[in-house]
């Protein structure tokens, strides 16, 4: 089993500290984590042959052949590898299975809380190449032609290209993520050469993909639980919303931004308009994404995808870190991570009923990785059956009492209905893809 650390695809690593062994090995099964390049070091790109982009999930691909060479010497077997991650980590996932140059490397995958088709994964149209621009200026580069500008970039020192992240903010730290995965020129080697939302030719495998239940509070909580933050949020919505929400390329934003304010912060109700925060950052950062590219691969693939929420709350939650020490915001962000590593820095020692969620939910994962289905070769409770339809939506319920229902992240599916630039029927941004 290889891990993909998440981080926006600018910070996290892949340490034993956060990522460690003890609960995953407790089963037979071999963990593998790698570092990948983050930030402008793994997703600048100036859409050429001089740097076409996306070296970090190249970086994972090398681990994955890695993998291959090496695995049978640690005991394992080359030919049932299962590449795991959450967040951006969960994005990289799905993007080696759209990638031919990925197939092959790894039989199944699981994507926590994250897809190629997040907002914040893939950059839009135009967006490359302006941030390649930014970075020049921000370092004292040429900007193009793009052969100097790389020139220049390898005589700075590589903390000074990372430190350029703030420049990027337009308001607080967003936009969360400003340098993404690309289409690249189809050039020998290259990782995505079409985009995400294309029917893939790559071969498809048998993929876990799901949600925890309050995903938003990744961002929410940073906001809500901060006065000043709050009312800046509020106040300069029409601002901001287009900036964090990733719709500032969409010809009407305003269009969006209204639809928005009506659907998720309307009226005066601080309770009711910070609940509309924590959904409009589940919605459109996760949910949304997460059944769009359910529902696309339906439609290619015929092997079984396993669709899950996670919705047991833990003594702990990745909210403590996120911005609130004491609140609860429900199943937060990343809040699965807890039950598959032991992460030291969470502030409540684990229950005796988390400790047995936890032996539950490796038992879901490592089946998985062992037979492409969480069913088996150990016995669960409940039997998790695949999705059959875009109509019903078939998800596992995974909490005390895990059950199967139907329709998952329904309301999300307001954003569908967006202008967004990957729903215009537009030629014109067709061709700059």
Not at 150 to 156: E, F, G, P, Q, S
Not at 313 to 330: C, L
Not at 339 to 363: A, N
């Amino acid at each position: 089993m290889l891990f993909l650390h998440g981080g926006g695809w600018m910070c996290g690593d892949a340490t034993t500290a956060m990522y460690g062994p003890e609960f995953l090995l407790d089963r037979d099964v071999i963990l593998v984590t790698t570092n990948y390049r983050l930030g402008p070091l793994g997703f600048l790109s100036t859409k050429d042959e001089h740097c076409p982009g996306n070296n970090g999930l190249k970086d994972q691909q090398e681990a994955l052949r890695f993998i291959q060479q090496n695995i049978e010497s640690f005991g394992g077997n080359k030919d049932s590898v299962t590449i795991f991650g959450e967040s951006a980590g969960g994005s990289s996932v799905h993007f080696h299975m759209l990638s031919d140059t990925s197939a092959g490397l790894f039989h199944k995958a699981i994507s926590e809380s994250g897809t190629a088709l997040v907002p914040w994964a893939e950059a839009p149209p135009g967006e490359a190449l302006r941030n390649a621009f930014k970075l020049a200026k921000f370092l004292g580069c040429p900007p193009a032609p793009s052969e100097k500008f790389i020139a220049c970039l390898r005589t700075k020192d590589s903390y000074e290209i990372i430190g350029t992240e703030f420049d990027f903010y337009a308001w607080d730290y967003e936009p969360m993520t400003p340098f993404k995965a690309v289409v690249e020129p189809d050039l020998p080697g290259a990782f995505l050469t079409r985009n995400a939302r294309d029917t893939p030719k790559a071969p498809s495998v048998p993929w876990m993909t799901g949600l925890t239940k309050n995903e938003g509070c990744l961002k929410s909580v940073w906001i809500t639980a901060n006065d000043t933050r709050y009312e800046e949020f509020i106040s300069g919505f029409d601002t901001i919303a287009p900036v964090t929400f990733y719709y500032d390329n969409s010809p009407f934003p305003e269009v969006i931004t209204k639809k928005l304010r009506q659907k998720y912060i309307n009226g005066n109700n601080r309770k009711v308009i910070e609940n509309g925060i924590l959904e409009i950052y589940s919605d459109s950062y996760f949910n949304y994404p997460a059944i769009e590219a359910v529902e696309l691969t339906l439609n290619h693939s015929p092997e079984p995808i396993y669709l899950y929420e996670l919705t047991y709350r833990a003594a702990n939650s990745f909210s403590q870190i996120f911005g609130d020490p004491e609140g609860d915001y429900g199943v937060c962000h990343a809040d699965d991570l807890m039950h598959l590593f032991p992460i030291h820095f969470l502030s409540q020692p684990f229950s005796e009923r988390d400790i047995e969620f936890s032996k539950y939910l490796i038992t879901l994962w490592t089946n998985f990785a062992t037979s492409g289905n969480p069913n088996k070769p150990n016995n669960i409770p409940t039997v998790w059956k695949p999705v059959t339809s875009r109509e019903k939506m078939e998800y596992l319920d995974i909490g005390l009492k895990s059950r199967m229902k139907e329709g998952l992240a329904t309301r999300s599916r307001f954003w569908g209905s967006l202008p967004l630039w990957h729903n215009l029927d537009s030629q014109r941004l067709r061709d700059e893809l």
